[in-house]
């Protein structure tokens, strides 16, 4: 892992890291889009664009996720930042879970399974081994990481495009 990586890494747990991470992410979607899945999250964590469907518009809506592979699948977290309200692509994929992901510059239809019991612990343990700070957003968003913070098991359905 890189200085800048670590670095990333310990500040991940403060504040006001988060909340700036947060209005950087029209950035980062757009260097995920021109990069076309390559650099997400700026290089500094595995990363990946998750496009989803709208809930209520019915329109892609894209949005950059750190991730964890498990086999063939990506694991990624609701967490929004530690904030108490579910971010819009979880409550987008529990709508609708067929979604695309474009990770490293391959993009691939997956469906979300949304995880639960000892299979989400694992799952989370596996996360937070690769962000610590989400069991700093469990502390923020009240201590309930299961009601808060959904789970999802992105499988792939289908062939993926180069």
């Known amino acids: 892992m890189s200085a ?3 670095l990333t890494r310990r500040l991940g747990h403060q504040k006001w890291f988060a909340a700036t991470l947060r209005l950087l992410v029209p950035a980062d979607r757009l260097v995920g889009r021109l990069t076309k899945g390559r650099v997400v999250a700026f290089g500094l964590v595995p990363s990946l664009v998750l496009t989803t ?3 209520r518009s019915g329109k892609p809506r894209s949005n950059p996720l750190l991730y964890v592979p498990d086999g063939d699948a990506y694991v ?3 967490s929004n930042w530690g904030q108490q309200h579910q971010p819009a692509w979880s ?3 529990l709508a609708q879970p067929a979604a695309e992901v474009d990770v490293r510059g391959r993009r691939v239809p997956v469906r979300a399974e949304p995880i639960n019991g000892p299979e989400r612990e694992r799952l989370f ?3 937070v081994d690769e962000w610590p700070a989400y069991r ?3 502390e923020r968003a009240g201590g309930r990481e299961i009601r808060v913070f959904r789970v999802f098991r992105l499988v792939p359905a289908g062939e993926a495009v180069a």
Request: charged residues 10%; aromatic residues 6%; without cysteine.
């Open 125 to 127: 343990a596996r996360l």
């Open 76 to 78: 990624v977290i609701g």
């Open 91 to 93: 409550l987008n994929l």
């Open 4 to 6: 800048l990586g670590s």
């Open 136 to 138: 700093t957003y469990v």
């Open 53 to 55: 469907t709208g809930r």
